[in-house]
């Protein structure tokens, strides 16, 4: 572990929805989402967290989301409010730093471990970013600060809304042998259960994996577990880092076994895959279908087409025809997913030795 490594990770409060609610007194203090009506078949883009009190999240089906709360206030999508918002959060930041990486428009890590204005204590920027949110868009951010990417990830999601969390080097190996996996940043429900088949609950259980093992039941990606399971993460704060491809997929709580349920999904996917294409101000040319079926075989098939696009009413007509090819001889599906390359567009917004903690 590098500890003279100082990372925060900073993540708006239910961003949408509190934009929504800033903008609009009658939002306030009602359980809201921004996102498409029940009526159009559409989807929650975002759960404010009264919201989210009834179980309502993103990408569920609004008929769903109302479903499980009958006073549900919808509000349509602002993209143009919410991306002039992030320009100016991320102006908030370069106060600061230059490494900052973007990762949506709600959310960056900032590389702090060198500061333009000479703070000697990494948590004094946290509290600053905070505030200086606060009193120039009348937002909250909650925030996460330790010594690598991971950590700093997991510390802010601790104690939303409007939280800042800080975890120390020497607390680091303890927090995540405590940790419950399916808690940890970048295992996902899927992965998770199959964890816990392996009878892995924790990180402390994670740990007892050699890296051979979980490369083996899990592919390349258990080099990263291995790493997090023992508090590392030597990924870099990218500050240019450079989209490749923009998706959205679900994993079903049930394996889908009817072809025409999967065509249904699909649209409900295609139109959560439209709105992060509108945050990121992107089309693309590549439409990837991806599959995945209850023994855990996945297959990918992709389609080139010649205008990039972004609506989602183009996006899942052609996913459902990559479908509609796949032989699925009574199989069932547990995932499906659909992903946009070939980006046309794509944006995201664009470093003294500091002592981390105070």
Do not use: W
């Not at 498409?36 to 990408?59: E, N």
């Not at 143009?80 to 730093?97: C, D, G, M, N, P």
């Not at 303890?174 to 990180?203: C, R, S, W, Y």
């Not at 050699?210 to 399971?229: M, P």
């Amino acid at each position: 572990m590098n500890k003279d490594r100082k990372i925060v990770h900073v993540d708006l409060d239910a961003f949408y929805a509190s934009v929504e609610q800033r903008d609009n007194p009658h939002y306030r203090g009602k359980p809201l989402v921004v996102g498409g009506l029940p009526q159009q078949r559409g989807v929650v883009v975002a759960a404010s967290y009264g919201a989210r009190k009834f179980g309502i999240h993103s990408a569920m089906p609004s008929y769903l989301a109302l479903q499980k709360c009958p006073t549900l206030v919808f509000a349509p999508p602002r993209f143009e409010v919410y991306r002039s918002l992030s320009t100016q959060i991320h102006a908030i930041f370069k106060r600061y730093t230059d490494l900052v990486e973007p990762v949506a428009l709600d959310e960056a890590y900032l590389d702090v471990s060198q500061n333009k204005l000479g703070l000697p204590y990494a948590t004094t920027i946290a509290k600053q970013i905070k505030a200086a949110i606060l009193s120039e868009t009348n937002l909250t951010a909650s925030a996460g600060v330790s010594v690598n990417k991971f950590l700093a990830k997991m510390a802010s999601g601790m104690n939303k809304p409007n939280g800042l969390t800080v975890i120390l080097p020497e607390h680091a190996a303890d927090f995540v042998a405590a940790l419950p996996i399916e808690k940890f940043h970048g295992i996902g429900q899927v992965t998770a259960t199959k964890m816990h088949n392996l009878g892995i609950h924790t990180g402390a259980d994670l740990k007892q994996y050699s890296q051979t093992d979980l490369v083996r039941h899990f592919g390349k990606v258990g080099h990263f577990y291995y790493l997090i399971a023992r508090a590392e993460d030597h990924r870099i704060v990218e500050p240019n880092r450079l989209r490749k491809s923009v998706g959205a997929e679900t994993s079903f709580t049930q394996d889908l076994d009817d072809p025409q349920v999967m065509l249904l999904e699909l649209e409900t996917i295609a139109q959560t895959l439209q709105h992060r294409l509108e945050s990121h101000q992107a089309l693309g040319r590549t439409i990837t279908l991806k599959v995945k079926f209850a023994d855990y075989q996945q297959i990918t098939r992709s389609r080139t087409i010649s205008n990039a696009v972004g609506e989602a009413r183009t996006i899942s007509q052609v996913a459902k025809e990559l479908l509609v090819a796949i032989s699925l001889e009574g199989r069932s599906v547990r995932l499906l997913g659909i992903s946009l390359s070939n980006l046309d567009g794509a944006t995201e917004p664009k470093p003294v030795q500091l002592c981390l903690f105070e």
